[in-house]
């Protein structure tokens, strides 16, 4: 009788063993699969802060110090299907400067190229915009979306964010008073979006 316990024993033992190790290659291969997502989006925030294309050439942004993220403006990554993000978030009246910033970042967007499919150009208003604006913004790529209250705490002035496919609104670029300044913010935005872009294919 012993000779036939010992096989069942033996698999029995097999198995527990396979029980054991399944969890453990469950875990490695997810975290495999979330270092392969995040570690791209990390070395192309880095690229912006290292020297890594031309000597003494940054990012031309400001890098956000403190962690801000879409949840906490209330808006959900999903919705954007984990696409980059250049977020300009509108006055509380849209003049003719809010309008002529909407139409150089869209440029910018545009100028983009073959790598303009992996970003999304959000406009976040305050208030809503007249008929004659909505049309306009229409004929644009634009994705026009209310400003959630969240996100009126959060931001204190107009500007453009860039946000990472994960989610984390990580460089802002401030808007100039004068117009005459904003095809160089444009070429800021743009600078930025390259570098970002070439260092990470993820999005």
């Known amino acids: 009788m012993s000779t036939i316990d010992r096989p069942e024993n ?8 396979l029980n054991k190790s399944n969890p453990k290659k469950s ?6 699969v979330l270092a392969t997502f995040a570690l791209p989006i990390i070395l192309a925030k880095v690229a912006l802060e290292a020297q890594w294309l031309d000597m003494g050439v940054t990012n031309k942004g400001t ?7 879409l949840e906490q403006l209330g808006l ?12 300009y978030s509108l006055p509380e009246q849209c003049s003719i400067h809010c309008q002529q910033t909407l139409e150089t970042v869209h440029n910018t967007y ?3 190229g073959k790598e303009m499919p992996r970003v999304f150009p959000v ?9 004659e604006q909505r049309q ?19 931001i204190v002035t107009s500007q453009i964010f860039i946000v990472d496919p994960l989610g984390n609104v990580f460089l802002s670029h401030q808007l100039p008073e004068n117009t005459k300044q904003l095809p160089q ?17 993820v999005g």
């Open 10 to 17: 033996n698999s029995n033992s097999n198995n527990s063993n």
């Open 110 to 112: 545009v100028a983009l």
């Open 27 to 32: 875990r490695r291969s997810l975290f495999l």
């Open 63 to 69: 890098l956000l110090t403190n962690e801000l993220t």
């Open 136 to 154: 306009k913004i229409s004929q644009s790529k634009w994705q026009l979306l209310a400003m959630p209250e969240q996100a009126k705490q959060q």
């Open 76 to 87: 959900k990554t999903t919705d954007f299907e984990q696409h980059w993000l250049i977020i």
């Open 185 to 201: 913010l444009g070429k800021q935005i743009l600078a930025d979006m390259k570098k970002l872009l070439k260092y990470s294919k």
């Open 123 to 131: 406009a976040l208003y305050q208030n809503e915009l007249s008929t």
